[in-house]
């Protein structure tokens, strides 16, 4: 049933997004050089790595090594910026989910290292489908925000917040339903509390 309902809504959504997607691409491809897309190696269902594909909020910086950004980062334009607050870089991610690599909802997918680190019950979360939001990413929503703010952004983010985030994606993978899905969905639209 998730399965025909994210294939089903991100069918819509990007029939629907024509226009959006139009506008964005061309905001990206005047704003910068390089490509509209950005499309990065990431952990999927059962550990299976695929290509996430999201618009391109970034300048092409061949030498950039890390894997976090943190409000202000240089390496961010100024649309990817805008693009970011609105979360409209992930719209491409709608590809994603229609053609079955992710979910809608379901924890975010790692890049490569990440999963490695995830032992015992913890690993039961790569047998989800990533998704495009979940309750980590409503908790979370300020998370460059929050980086910013730390002496050693990667640290923090390796020592607090995604062990945090590993533990309500656990959490999810106990009790997620249809239900709980539409109603993250709906949080992550408004920006509610879920």
């Known amino acids: 049933?998730?399965?025909?309902?994210?294939?089903?809504?991100?069918?819509?959504?990007?029939?629907?997004l024509v226009p959006i997607f139009i506008i964005v691409s061309l905001l990206v491809k005047i704003s910068s050089v390089g490509p509209v897309f950005f499309v990065q190696k990431r952990i999927g269902k059962n550990g299976k790595i695929f290509q996430m594909i999201k618009f391109r909020s970034m300048y092409?910086?061949?030498?950039?090594?890390?894997?976090i950004s943190v409000k202000g980062d240089v390496r961010i334009t100024k649309i990817g910026a805008f693009l970011r607050k609105l979360k409209l870089d992930e719209l491409p991610?709608?590809?994603?989910?229609?053609?079955?690599?992710m979910s809608f909802v379901g924890p975010r997918p790692d890049v490569c290292g990440y999963a490695d680190n995830l032992k015992g019950e913890d690993r039961k979360i790569l047998e989800l489908r990533p998704g495009i939001t979940c309750v980590a990413s409503l908790k979370y929503y300020d998370e460059e925000d929050v980086l910013a703010t730390q002496d050693k952004p990667l640290k923090f983010n390796d020592e607090v917040i995604y062990p945090d985030k590993v533990r309500l994606n656990l959490d999810y993978y106990h009790n997620n339903n249809l239900w709980i899905d539409i109603k993250i969905i709906f949080a992550t639209i408004f920006r509610v509390n879920y």
């Open 93 to 101: 991610e709608l590809w994603n989910v229609l053609i079955g690599d």
């Open 1 to 16: 049933m998730k399965r025909l309902f994210d294939f089903i809504t991100s069918l819509i959504g990007l029939i629907v």
């Open 60 to 67: 092409v910086i061949q030498n950039s090594t890390s894997n």
